[in-house]
């Protein structure tokens, strides 16, 4: 490879999406679709349209790569609620929201479930820097589950966060192996019942 064509592929086009954001944007979609590790360094280059070399100038490995791609993910997801805040002030009617958001997810046919989830089944090892922003992440959102339940005025509000992030986590799962029309295709029917059991 010339010269020119080196720093033509390190250095982006003007007006180009930087390359971080590139290899971020591929990485996130090679991840998803086809596992972490299933995914080289090699094939995110080469979808982000740079080279290793600019890869690894932005990430230090491959491991933070799979982290920051998860704190992003993170963030959209905290968007997500957020609309939803701004959307229905009521927190019973918030709780519904995000059970429709779940149950959306789980009929668009390039879903392939939790990538929270999927990524720990990945990285078993309880030192990668990606599981700290999983189990982060999975807190978090618990614990915002549970402050909803409190505020619309649940007597038990952990017991019902706890039913309620079950049930989500399982039916994302059940979707997987049984399909979107399975089990999982109940989601919103019986979080609305879970949640009618405890707010009488």
């Known amino acids: 490879m010339s010269k020119s064509s080196t720093k033509a592929a390190i250095e982006p ?28 360094v090699d094939a995110i280059a080469e979808a982000a349209g740079t080279n290793k070399m600019t890869l690894y100038r932005h990430f230090e490995s491959k491991d933070e790569l799979v982290a920051e791609y998860l704190r992003r993910l993170a963030g959209e997801l905290d968007a997500v609620w957020c609309e939803l805040e701004r959307k229905y002030p009521d927190p019973r009617q918030q709780l519904i929201g995000w ?8 009929v668009n046919p390039k879903s392939r479930g939790c990538a929270f989830a999927n990524a720990a089944v990945e990285l078993p090892e309880k030192h990668h820097p990606a599981r700290c922003v999983i189990e982060k992440h999975k807190a978090g959102k618990r614990l915002q589950i549970t402050q909803l339940c409190k ?5 038990k509000p952990e017991l019902l966060a706890d039913e309620l ?4 986590e399982g039916a994302l799962v059940c979707a997987q ?9 109940r989601l919103v029917r019986l979080g609305e ?7 009488k």
């Open 13 to 40: 086009a003007e007006g180009r999406t930087p390359p971080r954001e590139r290899i971020l944007d591929a990485a996130s979609e090679l991840f998803y679709r086809h596992g972490i590790r299933a995914v080289g």
């Open 193 to 199: 019942t879970i949640i009618n059991s405890h707010l």
């Open 165 to 168: 992030f079950l049930l989500i």
């Open 151 to 155: 505020k619309a005025g649940a007597a």
């Open 177 to 185: 192996s049984l399909g979107a029309n399975g089990p999982a295709a």
């Open 99 to 106: 059970l429709r958001v779940v149950g959306d997810n789980i």
